[in-house]
């Protein structure tokens, strides 16, 4: 389960990482949660400008001393992608030509990881190249939560953290539900590991929604594996994009008998129209950790709700800047 410790132990922890004081600093992508991470290290933010001259180039200007310092980017690579992920690049080279001791890239959504691999003959593995972009522009370590495939970690040369939000996500389905009514089930064959990992920990039976997709963004349920009848089944994933596969695989399992369908997925994208699309669903609630900014849309949807994943990053991060062990976090 998650550890966690007081405000005060993180405070005391960040003041002993000097070689250079603990700094975080954030770009747009997210900067509610760059606030609640800062309270939670018990620091404020580094002043910084972060802005678009007219024809949208960004410029970041740091507004402090920060020589010497161990400095955290917090900066998501989501909507609108590009953007978020030159915001990160430029800041980091803004850090480190101002002296920074050490750049570690705090990306609690790591956008192109879907493209992990060749999908057709003449296509990029688009993970690689963003890797190599972080790399190249100076960070010293990476730190992300949930990648859509474990082995991106590999694409990097440097040391890289993959927290997870399991122990989050455990503990609020511990509070929210009656474990002897819950079967956990993967929204198709390649979640089985993650969602089998989840079961495990709350001692639940799995089943496995198997499916076939026709084309990127859309679903088509094909079959239930496992008997889900009279379960209150929920759904585990760490990505929704469209919110097809959710909606489709509830349906299937509300048809195969399941009393109700949640879903517990770390990085709510919901692209497009897809809050309205989870709103309208037989999915009872769709819960997602604050990795990503919610939009308006998300914000009103009455069954979408978030969870917070800011004091996990902060004590990843003050473990870091300390040099103690961030795997622990999840024993």
């Not at 405070?11 to 004081?21: I, T």
């Not at 030159?86 to 920074?100: F, G, H, Q």
Request: charged share 25%; net charge neutral; hydrophobic share 45%.
């Amino acid at each position: 389960m998650l550890n966690v410790v007081s405000s005060k132990a993180r405070g005391e922890a960040s003041m002993s990482a000097k070689n250079g004081s603990i700094k975080l600093v954030a770009g747009n992508s997210n900067p509610a949660l760059a606030q609640d991470i800062a309270k939670g290290l018990g620091i404020e933010l580094t002043k910084a400008v972060v802005r678009r001259f007219a024809d949208m180039e960004i410029f970041v200007e740091i507004q402090e001393n920060i020589r010497g310092s161990d400095m955290f980017i917090l900066q998501s690579t989501s909507y609108p992608a590009n953007d978020n992920l030159m915001e990160l690049l430029i800041i980091t080279d803004a850090l480190r030509r101002a002296s920074a001791r050490r750049i570690t890239a705090v990306v609690p959504y790591f956008g192109y990881a879907r493209q992990d691999r060749k999908s057709g003959s003449r296509t990029p593995i688009s993970a690689k190249l963003v890797a190599n972009l972080i790399s190249r522009a100076g960070v010293d370590r990476v730190m992300t939560l949930d990648l859509h495939a474990g082995q991106i970690q590999g694409f990097f040369d440097i040391p890289t953290d993959n927290l997870f939000a399991a122990p989050l996500m455990v503990r609020d389905i511990r509070e929210k539900f009656d474990l002897a009514k819950v079967m956990v089930v993967s929204p198709d064959v390649g979640g089985v590991a993650r969602a089998r990992g989840l079961a495990k920990r709350i001692n639940t039976p799995l089943a496995i929604v198997d499916k076939r997709r026709e084309r990127p963004g859309e679903s088509e349920v094909m079959n239930v594996i496992g008997d889900v009848a009279g379960y209150n089944c929920i759904l585990v994933d760490d990505i929704v994009d469209s919110g097809g596969t959710l909606v489709n695989a509830a349906e299937a399992l509300i048809a195969h008998g399941a009393k109700e369908v949640s879903a517990y997925i770390t990085h709510g994208v919901l692209s497009g129209g897809a809050a309205a699309r989870i709103a309208s669903s037989r999915l009872k609630e769709l819960v997602i950790t604050d990795s990503i900014l919610p939009t308006e849309a998300v914000n009103k949807a009455p069954n979408i709700r978030q969870i917070s994943i800011a004091g996990l990053i902060a004590e990843a991060i003050g473990r870091t800047a300390a040099e103690e062990s961030v795997s622990s976090l999840f024993d």
